[in-house]
């Protein structure tokens, strides 16, 4: 076991660990190779196919390069993976098995023909193609659908004491973390939205703070009719007076 500096601190690198969240994995390498083997063969493989496709590669790659060899792991929960990952993070550290995470929330990379294919004949993208601008309207009435895109998000989740001794500057307190499965469908959320709300009361009651106390949601707005459904149906938990709901 070695020490190692990282941000201005020296640690234990077993007490620092990595969770690299994706919501589907390497489809962009499966399609380019894919094709590689129609046209050439499979002689013609990549040998690096296999390791860009697994989902826990990121986070694997992040670990080697920051010596992070604590948990490292890559949850693969759709459009739930950054809740999850940063949920995750939070667990570790309040059990006490690492003193900071790096959770990266990187949703799936779907551009390409499959992905955009698969969710297209899930009818949950837009089809305003004239339109462009008016696309992607969460919570509108006339919402028909999402517009594709990529992005990632790289937070650390440190304990307390620990970010402060390193001198760390902190956004922000992650007090409370819940989550529940509707159980119903494979796509569209439970109709009451039990489930969502479930995972807010457990959020709350773990932060010990009260629906009063919240002021703000960060909706799942996917533009998509069903979803902005189960969203309004569960997005103001009981007796809280002021919420903003982002879309």
């Avoid at 551009?111 to 009818?123: N, T």
């Avoid at 009361?201 to 932060?207: E, P, W």
Wanted: glycine share 12%; charged share 20%.
């Amino acid at each position: 076991m070695r020490a190692w500096t990282w941000g201005g601190g020296t640690g234990d690198p077993y007490r620092r660990g990595c969770v690299v969240g994706t919501g589907i994995g390497g489809l962009q390498t499966l399609e380019r190779q894919y094709q590689i083997l129609v046209d050439l063969g499979p002689e013609r493989h990549s040998p690096f196919m296999i390791p860009q496709m697994i989902c826990n590669m990121s986070a694997g790659l992040i670990a080697i390069e920051h010596n992070l060899r604590g948990p490292n792991f890559a949850p693969v929960s759709a459009c739930s993976t950054a809740a999850h990952s940063v949920g995750e993070a939070l667990s570790l550290i309040q059990h006490g098995d690492v003193d900071l995470m790096w959770p990266v929330a990187a949703p799936r990379p779907q551009v390409s023909v499959p992905g955009i294919g698969g969710f297209f004949a899930m009818r949950a993208m837009s089809t305003r193609n004239d339109a462009p601008e008016e696309s992607s309207r969460p919570f509108d009435a006339d919402h028909d659908g999402f517009v594709m895109g990529e992005g990632a998000a790289i937070l650390i989740v440190e304990e307390f004491e620990h970010a402060r001794k390193r001198d760390a500057k902190i956004y922000c307190e992650v007090t409370g973390f819940g989550m529940t499965c509707d159980a119903a469908h494979m796509t569209a959320p439970s109709e009451g939205g039990e489930g969502a709300a479930s995972a807010m009361t457990l959020a709350m009651s773990v932060g010990g703070v009260t629906a009063a106390d919240i002021d703000y949601i960060n909706a799942h707005g996917t533009s998509t009719p069903l979803n902005d459904k189960g969203r309004r149906s569960r997005s103001r938990p009981p007796s809280a007076k002021m919420m903003r709901v982002a879309r």
